[in-house]
């Protein structure tokens, strides 16, 4: 029975609910936009922790070992492409942390100089 506007409530006839495309659920619309591969974080994590742990071989080398290791094991955990520089900085992050024990050893202090 058609409302007092003229129009039914139901739908014509000629449209069938098959025919009818499902709504899409928001959260899977957003999840596929937002989308970022996490192998180029990783990436450049493996590529931070190279540089840290180089730089930590020549000063500040308490506070860049450890920074060197973690995102070298971050890097590998997010399987970097570049495994070999992530290895590369869990090593110089191990030596930043070496020299770290020798200055406290030999000096008793965190510091060093040349002369």
């Known amino acids: 029975m058609p409302s ?13 609910p ?15 936009h937002h989308h970022r591969p996490v192998t180029r974080d990783a ?22 070992g ?3 290791i973690g995102l070298a094991l971050l890097a590998l955990r997010g399987r970097t492409a570049r495994r070999g520089r992530a290895f590369l900085g869990l090593a110089l992050g191990a030596a930043d942390l070496a020299v770290l024990a020798a200055l ?7 510091s060093w100089n040349l002369g």
């Not at 007092?4 to 069938?16: D, F, T």
């Not at 450049?44 to 860049?64: D, R, T």
């Open 4 to 16: 007092p506007s003229g129009c039914s409530s139901s739908p014509p006839a000629s449209v069938s």
């Open 18 to 32: 098959a025919s009818v495309p499902p709504a899409e659920e928001p959260a899977m619309e957003l999840a596929a």
């Open 43 to 64: 990436d450049g994590m493996a590529v931070a922790s190279f540089v840290l742990g180089l730089a930590g071989l020549l000063f500040f080398n308490a506070l860049l």
């Open 66 to 68: 450890p920074a060197a």
């Open 104 to 110: 406290v050893t030999l000096n008793g202090t965190v």
